[in-house]
């Protein structure tokens, strides 16, 4: 299975921005794809999820309203539309899958990982 990240860069803050993880190597039925970030000194944090099959979104307080997760299953591909973007959204931003909704929000429930992308956020 591989993730592939893509889309960080060097933003001011009130742009926008849009992630995009591909993913490949078996089919992802069932499976929730989730994004992550890491700021640097801090520890991972949960962004965003959005069940593969049937679309069920899920989002961290710090990025409802702002932030929008998607999927399109014919590119096999999960996108992170990111809005009012500020200097706390700089990270390192990481997508992952899971099998099913539990924990949905826990890192250690991913089973696989793709790489990072930096998004940075100049104020």
């Known amino acids: 299975v591989q993730l592939q990240a893509s889309g960080g860069g060097l933003v001011q803050a009130g742009d926008s921005l849009r992630l995009s993880c591909a993913a490949s190597g078996r089919t992802f039925f069932g499976y929730f794809m989730g994004w992550f970030r890491q700021a640097l000194g801090k520890e991972r944090e949960f962004v965003a999820a959005v069940g593969w099959s049937g679309g069920s979104t899920y989002y961290a307080d710090t990025v409802k309203g702002r932030f929008t997760i998607s999927r399109d299953g014919a590119k096999n591909t999960v996108y992170l539309h990111m809005t009012s973007l500020t200097s706390d959204d700089t990270a390192v931003y990481s997508c992952?899958?899971?099998?099913?909704?539990?924990?949905?929000?826990?890192?250690?429930?991913?089973?696989?990982w793709g790489q990072g992308t930096l998004v940075t956020v100049s104020s």
């Open positions: 992952a899958a899971k099998i099913g909704s539990r924990a949905i929000g826990a890192p250690n429930e991913y089973r696989y």
